[in-house]
């Protein structure tokens, strides 16, 4: 992931834990999730001149990557330590 796309999710991400806060994602049709993040993706939309569309499936992309990388540190932390607790394995990953 470059650093630009690591700003544009992060970016994301930040604005989705403020617009997002008080739902449960378990309970909420997708749909209502992402009109909750389109002003935020409409900015960054207009920022680099890719349509909004883009920046979604960019957006996609990028929180699987992140969420496929987050489980390969997680298993190698677990891999490196089988007799770590759960909060030093936590601490670690932080």
Known sequence: ???ED???LDRINA???KALA???PQKTRISFQLDALRPVMEEISKE???S???IFILYMDLASEAAVEAEQQL???LEDDADANFSS???RLQ
């Open 48 to 50: 680099t001149g890719k």
């Open 1 to 3: 992931m470059s650093p």
């Open 89 to 91: 394995i936590a601490n």
């Open 22 to 24: 008080d739902i449960d």
């Open 52 to 54: 909004v569309e883009d």
């Open 15 to 17: 604005y989705a834990e």
């Open 75 to 77: 298993q190698a932390a």
């Open 6 to 8: 690591k700003k544009i």
